[in-house]
T-cell receptor
Framework: KNQVEQSPQSLIILEGKNCTLQ??????????LRWYKQDTGRGPVSLTI?????NTKSNGRYTATLDADTKQSSLHITASQLSDSASYIC?????????????FGGGTRLMVKP | EAGVTQFPSHSVIEKGQTVTLRCDPI?????LYWYRRVMGKEIKFLLH????????ESGMPNNRFLAERTGGTYSTLKVQPAELEDSGVYFC???????????FGDGTRLSIL
């Protein structure tokens, strides 16, 4: 079982609508949580990064939240655009004796339709 | 500033052959990472270089995989001999300082026939 679970696996919304993607994690000890956007055929690009003590972080129309007690994070996209169509990946950084390691969720594939 | 570049973008080889993937990190980035995504699975960590030294190679699947970063600049990942289960997308990422967001390349899609 993956230590970072994302839901839904895929999502279709109409342009202009809002949506929220979920991420539950079990990894510990926890350093930070990041959301990445990955366009088809491209590498992941960082959207937000939150440390243990942060509850929310915004980047334009993207707002990430973090509840470290319940080990849940969400990514809210406001007023979606066609260019938001991509995979969104939740990544938790764990601390281990060799340094920091990124643990990836399986991603949510978002399709925004006109 | 140029981003992380990977070569080739695609590689199709037969089982048993050898393939070498290359990654050029962002100039000045001491930290270089290799990741892999196999079909239907999440991206998984392979290894981490700090300059020319292997900081963490706990994610390397077996001894058919050899990563090098001579001189602390570009890195290569060699698979020898390739097996069917090695098919996937291999990503490279770099960061200037440990803990900063990693910048990813667009990956090399490797297909083993």
């Amino acid at each position: 079982k993956n230590q970072v679970e994302q839901s839904p696996q895929s999502l279709i919304i109409l342009e202009g609508k809002n949506c929220t993607l979920q991420c539950n994690y079990t990894v510990s000890p926890f350093s930070n949580l990041r959301w990445y956007k990955q366009d088809t055929g491209r590498g992941p690009v960082s959207l937000t990064i939150m440390t243990f003590s942060e509850n929310t972080k915004s980047n334009g129309r993207y707002t990430a939240t973090l509840d470290a007690d319940t080990k849940q994070s969400s990514l809210h996209i406001t007023a979606s655009q066609l260019s938001d169509s991509a995979s969104y990946i939740c990544v938790v950084t764990i601390i281990h004796n060799a340094g920091n390691m990124l643990t990836f969720g399986g991603g949510t594939r978002l399709m925004v339709k006109p | 500033e140029a981003g992380v570049t990977q070569f080739p973008s695609h590689s199709v080889i037969e089982k048993g052959q050898t393939v070498t993937l290359r990654c050029d990190p962002i100039s000045g980035h001491d930290n270089l990472y290799w990741y892999r995504r196999v079909m239907g699975k999440e991206i998984k960590f392979l290894l981490h270089f700090v300059k020319e030294s292997k900081q963490d190679e706990s994610g390397m699947p077996n001894n058919r995989f050899l990563a090098e970063r001579t001189g602390g600049t570009y890195s290569t990942l060699k698979v020898q001999p390739a097996e069917l289960e090695d098919s996937g997308v291999y990503f490279c990422a770099s960061s200037q300082v440990l803990g900063q967001p990693q910048h990813f390349g667009d990956g090399t899609r490797l297909s083993i026939l």
